[in-house]
């Protein structure tokens, strides 16, 4: 059973950084697009970074310049280094991932359990 478990996150000062880790678990053979996403209270789900398996990345307008987005193929781990945080930033921080298990022909979406992120003074 595939498994994203997210790590990182906490309580920062704005302009501080901090630096998520998503590791996924289990019978995998491929982990196609790993991505970030983020929901903060009463706004809906949204896209902070993508990252193929080229690799190539992809970033929310907000967070360009300030986010960068990577991942470790060997250890099925994808990173958020974060930044210039901004009180906006504060959410809980999602990891999202397209694997393939051992022994199917298809890639199914996952997500891990998300992770608090929260900048305030």
């Known amino acids: 059973q595939v498994q994203l478990v997210e790590s990182g996150g906490g309580l920062v000062q704005p302009g501080g950084s901090l630096r998520l880790s998503c590791a996924a678990s289990?019978?995998?053979?491929?982990?196609?697009?790993m991505g970030w996403y983020r929901q903060a209270p009463g706004k809906q789900r949204e896209l902070v970074a993508l990252?193929?398996?080229?690799?190539?990345?992809n970033y929310a307008d907000s967070v360009k310049g300030r986010f960068t987005i990577s991942r470790d193929n060997a250890k099925n781990t994808v990173y958020l280094q974060m930044n210039s945080l901004k009180p906006e930033d504060t959410a809980v921080y999602y990891c999202?991932?397209?694997?393939?298990?051992?022994?199917?022909?298809?890639?199914?979406?996952?997500w891990g359990q998300g992770t608090q992120v929260t900048v305030s003074s």
């Open positions: 289990g019978s995998i053979a491929s982990i196609n697009i």
């Open positions: 990252i193929t398996s080229d690799p190539s990345a």
């Open positions: 999202n991932a397209w694997i393939r298990e051992a022994g199917s022909s298809n890639f199914h979406n996952y």
